[in-house]
């Protein structure tokens, strides 16, 4: 079994930073691409970042410059550093990701969500 447990997020003000995690545990043979995906009432969900197991992000064009994702493999754990935080960045952020189990299967693994509000 595989888990995703988040950790972060919470009531911030414009130009103010939090950083979230996201670490993954259970029968895991490997990670290959974790990532942070949004969703704000009343519209889809979207990619935020993303990381694969080598590096080279990728960020939406709305964060770019504001929010880095890291990871660390050792620990199996994504990181989302958001600074420089707009209103309208205030969603729920789910973490994800791509691996491969210890009995082979390959699937899409989701953390619990986590509420960040970007409010005065």
């Known amino acids: 079994q595989v888990q995703l447990v988040q950790s972060g997020g919470g009531l911030v003000q414009p130009g103010g930073s939090l950083r979230l995690s996201c670490a993954a545990s259970?029968?895991?043979?490997?990670?290959?691409?974790m990532g942070w995906y949004r969703q704000a009432p009343g519209k889809q969900r979207e990619l935020v970042a993303r990381?694969?197991?080598?590096?080279?992000?990728t960020y939406a064009d709305s964060v770019k410059g504001r929010f880095t994702i890291s990871r660390d493999n050792a620990k199996n754990t994504v990181y989302l550093q958001m600074n420089s935080l707009k209103p309208e960045d205030t969603a729920v952020y789910s973490c994800?990701?791509?691996?491969?189990?210890?009995?082979?299967?390959?699937?899409?693994?989701w953390g619990q969500g986590t509420q960040v509000t970007v409010s005065s």
């Open positions: 990381i694969g197991s080598g590096g080279n992000p």
């Open positions: 259970g029968s895991i043979f490997s990670i290959y691409v």
């Open positions: 994800n990701a791509d691996l491969m189990t210890m009995t082979s299967v390959r699937y899409d693994y």
